[in-house]
Structure formats: structure tokens, C-alpha cells
């Protein structure tokens, strides 16, 4: 990493990976070794202070390499996400994604409670966008499976996911790591289909447009 260099990595504000420029690199080495100095260890630490090229919003990259291991390690601040964003997302109903966001950002924090009753919601959301407000929980899965938006598999794993929000709500009981990745993914899957949405009323739109177009041309 050298001052000049583009690097790619996720920028908080464009919500996806883009380049980063570097604009300043600062170095310093450090040693580490046990009370009785039988081993030493020497790590170079190189700081690049980088900004996107697209918003120019700032971030910093270290490398770490270890002598005499020759172990190299990466991080950043802000911290890389740990589920990057798909690329769907931006077909979603705003609110929708900016939860969506909120979630992927708690799950990078391991802000495992947040992400869990962050996921019930957004499962609420979806039944609202799709159904209404039409009761308890219980009764919008229902009537999700009966209007044909959720197969009998489906309505299986919504409600095993939710169960894991449940038990972090009232019964306070930590979710872990796989828990919430479980739930985050099932909870992909079902919000997943309001992009797919989206894209079918695209499609509609296009093709009426086009059968309206063709039926206004004057006969050959």
C-alpha cells in the first residue's frame, strides 16, 4: 500500500465496495515478547488514511506484517462489513432498505439482539406491504401462505426465525453468531421477493408500453 494507490473497500455512505484512494500513509513498528524475553515478536504497522472516489468519505486501512512468522493481517476503521449489502437491495421499498441496512450494520457489530428484533420487523414489513394489517403474527403468516406469497416451507423457517427473536425479547436469552446469521438469511430470502416485485412491474410496465407503442402505428 502506497500513497497513490486504489484500494477497494465498502464506503459507509455509497453503502457498497468502491475504490479508495490512498492520501497519506503512516508507519511505526512495534515488538512484543513474553516476562522472560524467550521469544520476540516484531510487527510493522502501516496506517493508510484512504477516501472513496465516488463521495470521497474517509477511511482507515491498517496492515500488520509479523517478523519472524511473516503473518500479514488486514482490518479497517470503520470496520469492513461482515454481510455485504445485495445488490436487490436498492429495489426495495425505502423504508424496508433503510431497516435492511441498519440490520446488516448490527450483524458487522455483533449487535446480535438488535439484528434478530430487527429481522421480526422486517418480516412485519413485508406482510404489511404484501397483505396489510390484517391481525397477530400468526394470522398475516396465514393468510401469506393462503394468497400464495409464502410456501408451506417458507412459513416453516419465518417461524423458526422469529422463535429466535422471541427467546432474545422475552426470555432474554442471547442469540449467537449462527443464530442471527440463520435468521438474517431467511429474512433475505422473504424480503428478497419484494425486489423481485419490483422487477416484475417493471417488465409490465415495459411490455404494456410497447404493446400501446405498436398499436398506434399506422397499418403497412
Same mark, same amino acid.
Given at each position: 500500500?502506497? =500513497?497513490?494507490? +486504489? =484500494?477497494? #473497500? ?28 524467550? $521469544? *520476540?515478536?516484531?510487527? %510493522? ?11 470521497? $468519505?474517509?477511511?482507515?486501512? =491498517? &496492515?500488520?506484517?509479523?517478523?519472524? %512468522?511473516?503473518?500479514?493481517?488486514? !482490518? ?11 445488490? $436487490?437491495? @436498492? ?7 433503510? #431497516? *435492511? ?10 449487535r446480535y439482539w438488535l439484528v434478530v428484533m430487527g429481522c421480526?420487523?422486517? /418480516?412485519?414489513?413485508?406482510? #404489511? ?10 394470522? @398475516? ?9 409464502l410456501s408451506s416451507h417458507d412459513k416453516l423457517l419465518i @417461524?423458526?426465525? /422469529?422463535?429466535?427473536? &422471541? ?10 453468531? !449462527? ?6 438469511? =431467511? %429474512?433475505?430470502?422473504?424480503?428478497? +421477493? ?27
Amino acid at each position: 500500500m502506497k =500513497i497513490g494507490d +486504489k =484500494i477497494p #473497500l465498502h464506503c459507509e455512505r455509497c453503502k457498497k465496495s468502491t475504490e479508495h484512494a490512498v492520501l497519506y500513509i503512516d508507519q511505526r513498528d512495534e515488538t512484543q515478547s513474553d516476562e522472560s524475553g524467550q $521469544w *520476540l515478536l516484531e510487527h %510493522t504497522l502501516t496506517r493508510g488514511f484512504t477516501e472513496c472516489v465516488v463521495c470521497s $468519505w474517509p477511511k482507515v486501512r =491498517i &496492515h500488520v506484517f509479523t517478523l519472524p %512468522t511473516e503473518q500479514e493481517s488486514y !482490518r479497517s476503521i470503520p470496520r469492513e462489513p461482515e454481510r455485504p449489502v445485495p445488490a $436487490w437491495a @436498492k429495489r426495495l421499498p425505502t423504508d424496508v432498505q433503510q #431497516l *435492511l441496512l441498519e440490520v446488516y450494520g448490527a450483524f458487522t457489530d455483533k449487535r446480535y439482539w438488535l439484528v434478530v428484533m430487527g429481522c421480526r420487523t422486517l /418480516v412485519d414489513m413485508f406482510a #404489511l406491504e404484501r397483505i396489510g394489517d390484517v391481525g397477530g403474527f400468526a394470522q @398475516k403468516l396465514e393468510k401469506l401462505q393462503n394468497e400464495g406469497y409464502l410456501s408451506s416451507h417458507d412459513k416453516l423457517l419465518i @417461524k423458526q426465525a /422469529v422463535e429466535v427473536g &422471541h427467546g432474545a425479547t422475552h426470555r432474554r436469552e442471547a442469540p449467537s453468531e !449462527r443464530e442471527c446469521l440463520a435468521v438474517l438469511e =431467511i %429474512t433475505e430470502h422473504l424480503i428478497h +421477493k419484494l425486489a423481485l416485485a419490483s422487477h416484475a412491474e417493471t417488465l409490465n410496465l415495459a411490455a404494456a408500453t410497447k404493446a400501446k407503442t405498436a398499436s398506434r402505428k399506422p397499418p403497412r
